[in-house]
Structures are given as C-alpha cells and as structure tokens.
C-alpha cells in the first residue's frame, strides 16, 4: 500500500540553525501538508500546498518556515532558524484530489521528531 | 477560523465495554470529519470519517455520528478489545481539502 514517507526519523539540531525536513507524498496525490505535533498535544495545521504554490498557513507558520517541492517526488518543510519550542514531531501528509473528485482523507507520514537544543 | 472541542481527554474502560468520543465544531462550513487513531509514537491515521451530507456510517465496530444542526459528531466504538487503546483525534475540514482542524484528543485505555 503506498505511503507517505519522511526523513529523517529524528533530528537533533542547535538553536538557531537551520532544518529541512524532508518528505515524499503517495504519488498521485496533489495536496501535501504539514503539520506539527508538540509532545502530548494535539496535532497542528503549519500549512498546505497545492498547484506549486502555499494554498493556507496558519499563524504558526512565520517567515522562519518556508516550503518547497524540489523536483516531482519530494515536498520539503525548511525551519531557518530553529528556536527551542521548535521541538516537535512534524507530520507530512498528503491528499487526493482530481478536478475536486477523490477521497478527501489526508494520510500522514510516520514524521521527523525535531529536538532542538 | 475552525475551533474543535473534544471530550473526555481520557476514557477507561472494561474490555467489551463501548466506548463513546464526542466533538463539536464551530464553522457551518465545514463538511468533511474524518477520525484519527494514534497508537504511541506512531502516525495519525485514518480509521473512519464522515461527510455532511450523511448522519450516522458504520464501519464493523466503529461508528460515526453527525448532527449538523448541532454542530456535533461523535465516535462510537463497541466490544473494546485492548489492541483499541490509543488515542484519537476528531477534525473538521471545510473542503475536505483544506487544513484540518483537531480536536485535542481523547486517549482510550481499554482493560482486559
């Protein structure tokens, strides 16, 4: 069964540097998330992407986070400079959708936990 | 923007017992509401969702209602097997291709 998958599974990283972190969406799928887990708390929307272009973000995702799709398989989430409460499990998912037909459903990548010290 | 609510935040329960996860939501628009069940340090994934335009859908033992007019859905599971225990997550989408909203989890434990 096709799955969503990241890398790396944990990232350790100084405060203030910078993080990619890397996913790879089911590939017919055309809408690709991310979205943050901080330990013991719910799940957060940082942003969606659709067309090669931002298509909403939350008011978590400021100037430090940018994300990009390099090439046609990879969908990459850039922290620039990492703060402490950073520290995370950060999820990727991706959705279906042709010409507003397909299931809806968002299925998750295992995600990256970002520890930043 | 969406605002999820979800309750209890912990639910115990005997093995074979149901056990009954509800939320509400604040925008009328949203018409999409999938159920996520997360086992320790793993993903999210989907066990069951529901779209506006049906009340109630059934999936073996897990079950899913929607009162739109309420704004409220809840997760039904019944005959709880240990191998249950996790926690899961409600969430809202308008499109069901926009963001997704959560709720902020309701870990189950599920005794033998």
């Known amino acids: 069964e096709p799955e969503v998958t990241q890398t790396p599974s944990h990232q350790v990283t100084q405060m203030g540097q910078e993080v990619i972190l890397r996913c790879v969406p089911i590939?017919?799928?055309?809408?690709f998330y991310w979205y943050r887990q901080i330990l013991g708390q719910k799940v957060e929307f940082l942003v969606s992407?659709?067309?090669?272009?931002?298509?909403?973000k939350s008011e978590i995702f400021d100037d430090q986070f940018s994300v990009e799709r390099p090439d046609g398989s990879n969908f990459t989430l850039k922290i620039r400079s990492t703060k402490l409460e950073d520290s995370a499990m950060y999820f990727c998912?991706?959705?279906?959708?042709?010409?507003?037909?397909?299931?809806?459903?968002?299925?998750f990548g295992q995600g990256t936990r970002l520890t930043v010290v | 923007g969406e605002n999820v609510e979800q309750h209890p935040s912990t639910l115990s329960v005997q093995e074979g017992d149901s056990a009954v996860i509800k939320c509400t939501y604040s925008?009328?628009?949203?018409?999409?509401f999938p159920w996520y069940k997360q086992e320790l340090g793993k993903r999210p994934q989907l066990i069951i969702d529901i779209r506006s335009n049906v009340g109630e859908k059934k999936d073996q033992r897990i079950a899913v209602t929607l009162n739109k007019t309420a704004k409220h859905f809840s997760l039904h599971i019944t005959e709880t097997q240990p191998e249950d225990s996790a926690v899961y997550f409600c969430a809202a989408s308008v499109s069901g291709y926009s963001t997704l909203t959560f709720g902020k989890g309701t870990m189950l434990l599920v005794s033998p």
């Open positions: 590939s017919n799928h055309l809408y």
């Open positions: 992407f659709y067309n090669n272009e931002i298509s909403e």
């Open positions: 998912a991706s959705s279906e959708a042709l010409n507003g037909q397909g299931r809806p459903e968002a299925f």
């Open positions: 925008d009328s628009a949203s018409n999409y």
